[in-house]
């Protein structure tokens, strides 16, 4: 059994997303931010200050956003519930922290999704082997570029079980959205 959890949990995190990642102003940020500074929006008691209007505000790209719970394990299981809200020390190591689990959590979600599809018995191997590797990669704080490459391979390959747009699904097959 999974010990990974794939359900965000934002009252666990430290507001992580809000912080980590580096966005421009575009269609879907109102402004400039780096990697690893607070959001201007973003509260003092780690909630977001426009939360409910943050497509009108301009900041579309933070309503979709899933983090696939990678805020709240590096949050808990890394830093024991501490924040950088608490001790301004741990701003950048849980930032770097959860961009490594971010992108482990990401993969391992699209791994997930891509073990409903029908696979064949080399295909269900290697995807279990893979699985195996992005749920110990996780708890290890995120997996390297050796193995990310091995998953962007196997993505690749699961194509052929994706009937092509607009042709429908192969019976007893599912299409996953989110195999790149
Ligand atoms: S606008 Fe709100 S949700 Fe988006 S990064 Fe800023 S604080 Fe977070």
Partial sequence: MSQIELRADCAR??????????????NQFGCDKAAGRPCGHLGRDGRCGIYRDRADRGFRGCV??????AGQRVTQA???GRSWMDD????APMAEAFLRAERAHRLLAILRKAGNLDLAAEDRWRHARLEEAFEAAAVEGGPGAALEAQARAF??????YVAPRGAG????????????
């Fill in 13 to 26: 995190c430290a507001a992580l997303c809000c912080v980590a990642f580096h966005f421009e102003r575009s």
């Fill in 64 to 69: 979709g956003y899933d983090c696939h719970g």
């Fill in 78 to 80: 890394l830093f024991g």
């Fill in 88 to 91: 301004p020390a741990l701003l």
């Fill in 155 to 160: 993505f690749r390959t699961l194509r052929r």
């Fill in 169 to 180: 699904n192969a019976p007893g097959r599912a299409g996953p959205t989110a195999v790149p």
